[in-house]
């Protein structure tokens, strides 16, 4: 049969190209080899670290506490550090000398609590008597009195140690047994202190004793008594010091005080006797020279205070007598 119409042949050749194209996935590729190429780097970009400032550094605060009359280092750790007990760390801390009194208005410097120490650690004897007695803690319980290890401190003669383990006892409040073992050591450490010349030291130990308020009334009262005769030696000591410098009057004050203090202790006391005598003996010789000038409200003044602390001064009783009488006189002229 003859076909109508017919393809050219150019036509028909297109035509095949175009399908072999096809059928091959051929495509046309766009020619950009002048297009221009970004770089990149093929090095992983590593983040920095943030650099964080260091906080500054804060100084630390130190503390300070302003001395008021009355006051003692016992009773100034006891106020500012919790416990009299760490009288020796504030002394250290400040480099004072136990037998130099404070002033008042003086400034100390508080340690911190990483310098307070502390206590010696307790025997094994110790811990096992504290082990036993923690239980009873109750006032209806019965007590368990086993101060063994008390007693061989004593007996050892440690008796800071001793008061340590005493004053830390669950019984202490209500065992006037042991309270007694604790006055024992107690006064025979003050009198270590006393025998040495470390006044102030057995001042702050009784110190800390009664502030603890475990102790009873009688017991109490005898250790402020005790601490009354301490404070009177230890002014008879300072009256001993001004006199080394001469300064009369210094020491005058303080035998005064010591006398004022507890007259019969003073009275027993060697050093205060002994002070006294010189200071009395420089006085006559400045009243006497007031009493030749007729300056006699001068001279009387001086007998008067000999008198104070020398009520049976015989030479300062004759010439007061004398001294009262030429007034009278004068005045009747």
Known sequence: M???????????????????????GCTFVEDRSQE??????????RKKPKVTEAAPKVK????????????????????????????RQLADFNGLDMSTPLEVGQVLRLPPNSDLGTQDANSAIERKTR???????????????????????????????????????????????????LMLASKQQVAIEKQQ????????LIDGLTVSKKLSRANTQELKRLKTQLESEQLSQQAQAYLAKSEYPQAYSALQK?????????LQSTRFINSRAQVSEQMHQTALKHYRN???????????????????????LVY??????????LNAL
């Open 36 to 45: 221009a190429v970004a770089i990149i780097d093929a090095v992983e970009t």
């Open 258 to 266: 010591a006398y004022q203090l507890d007259t019969g202790y003073a």
């Open 294 to 316: 007729q300056e006699l409200d001068q001279a009387e003044k001086i007998w008067d205070q000999i008198l104070l602390i020398k009520p049976n001064d015989d030479l300062a």
């Open 197 to 204: 010349g470390n006044y102030s030291e057995g001042i702050l």
């Open 131 to 181: 082990a036993t007695n923690s239980a009873v803690t109750g006032l209806n319980k019965p007590l368990i009195r086993n101060y063994a290890a008390l007693d061989q401190l004593i007996d050892e003669k440690k008796y800071n140690q001793a008061i340590d383990w005493a004053m830390s006892h669950p019984n202490l409040s209500r065992d006037q047994g042991l309270q007694q073992k």
């Open 320 to 329: 007061k007598d004398r001294v009262v009488n030429l007034k009278k006189k």
């Open 2 to 24: 003859k076909l109508l119409f017919s393809t050219p042949k150019p036509l028909k050749q297109t035509l095949l190209l175009l399908a072999f194209t096809v059928l091959s």
């Open 60 to 87: 630390p605060v130190v503390r300070t506490y302003q001395v008021v009359a009355g006051d003692t280092l016992g009773k100034i750790a006891q106020k500012t550090l919790g416990s009299s007990q760490y009288y």
